[in-house]
């Protein structure tokens, strides 16, 4: 069993939820997020004033999948969540976690039953 973590730009959500959708796997957690990498984060003006904003916010990820999921989760987030052919900066990353049980709470079933 494996955590994937993926951050994504929120335009993209969408997209991605229909990649992921198109192989099976529809259970995951979203959350808002705000972070920077090589974007740097970005400047506005606000009431005639520049000022630099260095958090963007960005859409967070957690599907937990069985072992024969996790390429095929991976793929459909690079598909969905890619700027262009060839993407771009601030696309987002993702993350591979081992995931060591899994509990379903109504059930009490674990590991890749719960799952």
Known sequence: ????????????????KTALSQVEVVRLTIMDVQGFGRQKGQTEV???????????RKVQLQIAVN??????????????????????????K????????CIRIRTGERGP???
């Open 94 to 101: 993702i993350f591979v976690l081992p995931l060591d049980d």
């Open 1 to 16: 069993m494996k955590l994937i973590l993926a951050i994504i730009q929120p335009s993209k959500l969408e997209d991605v």
């Open 46 to 56: 606000y009431r005639g004033r520049e000022i630099s904003v260095n958090l963007l």
């Open 67 to 92: 072992e024969q999921f996790v390429q095929p989760t991976i793929d459909a987030i690079i598909k969905g969540g890619r700027s262009g052919e060839d993407g771009q900066i601030g696309d987002g």
């Open 113 to 115: 039953e719960a799952i």
